[in-house]
């Protein structure tokens, strides 16, 4: 699972990073959690990319009432083409989340859980993959959200979390961002764990619990 990650990078990075025209101004985020809006790289109907905010928490287009509806905020990548919440989002609807880094849980002695970060070693940005969905209400209501794609975990990860976010290299972009192809089947090669020298760990306070706290202080070594 993924379930917190970092977005601390400047504009003109992510525009250089993922080849976009125009980048909103994004404040630095440290400790980005679920139901918020996320910044999030796609193709619009004209084949350009381009970033927008996203609801973190996937609605499927078929929800009677998005306040009742699950909502998962990751989808298993071995399963996604599958499941009716996320099938046709992952044919049509492919996503890139621009991230820094993000968090998993270890459980120690007592019962607590020490967090740690997961980022590039040369602490630079990185892509999640993510599947987007367009939910219209009977009243004329839209809300666009987004689910991140998860995958077993590298041997750095793996000491944590058996999970991680499946990691889009930049010269696969492109690709995963192509709306026209709609064969999931190739895309599949892209759901593998990242190589293990990409990331390193390191644990950080228990600040990162609390989704409110969320200053630089959240990705500060102990």
Known sequence: ??????????SEALANDFELSDVPLLA???NIAPSQDIAVVRENDAGVRECVPLRWG??????????????????RSETAA??????QAMARRRCLVPATGFYEWQAV??????????????QGLFAIGGLFELWRGEGGEII????????EANAVV????????VIVARGDYARWLDRENCETA????????????????????TKVNNPRFDEPACVDGL
């Open 58 to 75: 996937l609605i499927p287009y078929w929800s009677k009432d998005p306040k009742k509806s699950n909502a998962p905020i990751n989808a």
């Open 158 to 165: 793996g000491k944590v979390h058996k999970r991680m976010p």
């Open 186 to 205: 190739s895309v599949e090669d892209l759901f593998g764990p990242s190589a293990d020298d990409l990331l390193e760990a390191c644990a950080v306070s």
């Open 28 to 30: 630095p985020r440290f």
């Open 144 to 151: 666009e959200s987004v689910a991140l794609l998860t995958t």
């Open 82 to 87: 599958t499941k009716p919440s996320f099938r």
């Open 1 to 10: 699972m993924c379930g917190r990650f970092t977005l601390n990078s400047s």
């Open 109 to 122: 002695k007592g019962g607590v859980k020490q967090p740690y970060l997961f980022r590039p070693r040369d």
